[in-house]
């Protein structure tokens, strides 16, 4: 079993930085994609960016130029750092891993983790 733990979330004023981290824990041999999602009040839960291996998709135009993805293979991590937050970025942020191939070599369908509230105060 593979689970996704998310944190860094919290209150933050416009304009200002967090970092987003998501661990991955469980009887994991590799993990090739890792996405960040979020879900605002009222609004569908969107895909905001992607790590394949190191090539990193960029899904939410309205980040751009602001969010980074990241991760450290070795600490089954990705990361989201995020700058210049807008109140608009208020939202729940998802980790999200389409595949895992666990030690025993099979791959096990998507994990979602628990989610981290981001506030962005104006």
Known sequence: QVQLVESGGGLVQAGGSLRLSCVAS??????????WYRQAPGKER???????????????????????????????????????????DTAVYYCYVPE???????TLPGVWGRGTLVTVSS
């Open 46 to 88: 969107e895909l905001v960016e992607h790590i394949t291996g190191s090539l990193i998709t960029n899904y939410a135009d309205s980040v751009k130029g602001r969010f980074t993805i990241s991760r450290d293979n070795g600490k089954n991590t990705v990361y989201l750092q995020m700058n210049s937050l807008k109140p608009e």
């Open 100 to 106: 895992v191939v666990n030690t025993a070599r099979s």
């Open 26 to 35: 469980g009887s994991i041999f590799s993990i090739n994609a890792m996405s």
